[in-house]
């Protein structure tokens, strides 16, 4: 009899679901952005992003956590500005940002955007890293666009590939 794997407790070979988020999500969303960021989001300002056409704002669930993490996107003429991606602590380095980012790039898709842009914090290493995973690349910097602390912001591009 062949042995079942065992979870120490960690287990994130949970099933994340990505889709839409709705008015529901705005207060766990919010409880993620208070973790995330030193400037974060209000409640309103999350639920007019949810409720806006020209935004794409997608949450990460898993049936036994609830919401995991986020993405917001602005829709912009034909390009994708994303405004934020955040994980919760308990969920980080586990592939959330990923499918998350796979789910903005896929609804970028389906609106026929040409490409995507951000602002990343310049010491934001691991989301960095992230955005140069799919492909993005630094186009220029942001003096001081961050508070709390000051910092500087670098502006990158992905420009997207459609097959003929």
């Not at 995507?116 to 290493?125: F, G």
């Not at 989301?127 to 502006?155: C, M, Q």
């Amino acid at each position: 009899m062949e042995a079942l794997p065992t979870c120490n407790g960690d287990c994130l070979i949970m099933k994340i679901k990505i889709q839409r988020a709705k008015p529901r999500h705005a207060d766990a969303i919010h409880a993620i952005e208070n973790e995330a960021f030193s400037d974060p989001w209000s409640i309103k300002s999350i639920l007019y992003e949810i409720e806006e056409n020209h935004s794409v704002f997608l949450v990460a669930t898993n049936i036994f956590y609830g919401i995991v993490g986020y993405a917001s996107m602005r829709h912009v003429i034909n390009e994708g500005h994303i405004s934020n991606i955040a994980v919760s602590v308990a969920h980080k380095n586990k592939g959330i940002g990923t499918l998350l980012m796979e789910g903005l790039e896929e609804e970028a898709r389906l609106l026929e955007m040409i490409g995507l842009t951000l602002e990343v914090r310049a010491s934001n290493e691991p989301a960095i890293a992230l955005y140069e995973k799919f492909g993005f690349e630094p186009e220029g910097i942001r003096k001081n666009l961050y508070s709390y602390p000051t910092e500087d912001g670098i502006i990158m591009w992905r420009w997207l590939q459609y097959g003929s």
